[in-house]
């Protein structure tokens, strides 16, 4: 967050926004590290990660909208929200998990782990008063 001009001065609000660009940024990556996967033995677990991870994206588009007027009711529907889109893309795990003769690749594992990480940044943020 630090390499963003914005941060230095920053609002509560705008670190919120600023967690949630680098967390869009964090799923969009897995996402495209899964479609370098070339192998055809992972295809239907490949598809599980792109569906899920662009559901989460679509929830980080949703929260960022919203922040700048919520009502206590919606921070509280807030961090329900996010945590789904942290499961969402812990889901991209979860389908090579369940078919243990394939191996999740590691970048795309990795990849995993930092989307979902920073998504939970953004939840430890907006869960601020």
Not at 57 to 83: A, E, F, P, R, Y
Request: proline share 3%; aromatic share 2%.
């Amino acid at each position: 967050m630090r390499s963003d001009p914005r941060s230095h001065e920053a609002t509560l609000g705008t670190l919120e926004q600023i967690s949630i660009t680098i967390a869009k940024v964090a799923v969009k990556n897995t996402v495209n590290v899964a479609k370098s996967i070339k192998d055809l033995n992972n295809t239907g677990e490949i598809s599980v990660c792109m569906k899920v991870c662009n559901i989460a994206i679509d929830i980080l588009n949703s929260v960022g909208k919203t922040l700048n007027h919520m009502t206590k009711m919606d921070k509280d529907d807030m961090q329900i929200t996010l945590s789904g889109a942290a499961t969402y893309v812990a889901t991209c795990d979860d389908a090579f998990e369940m078919n243990p003769g394939d191996q999740m690749p590691a970048d795309l594992k990795e990849a995993s782990k930092i989307a979902q990480g920073l998504i939970l940044v953004v939840l430890i943020i907006a869960s601020r008063p």
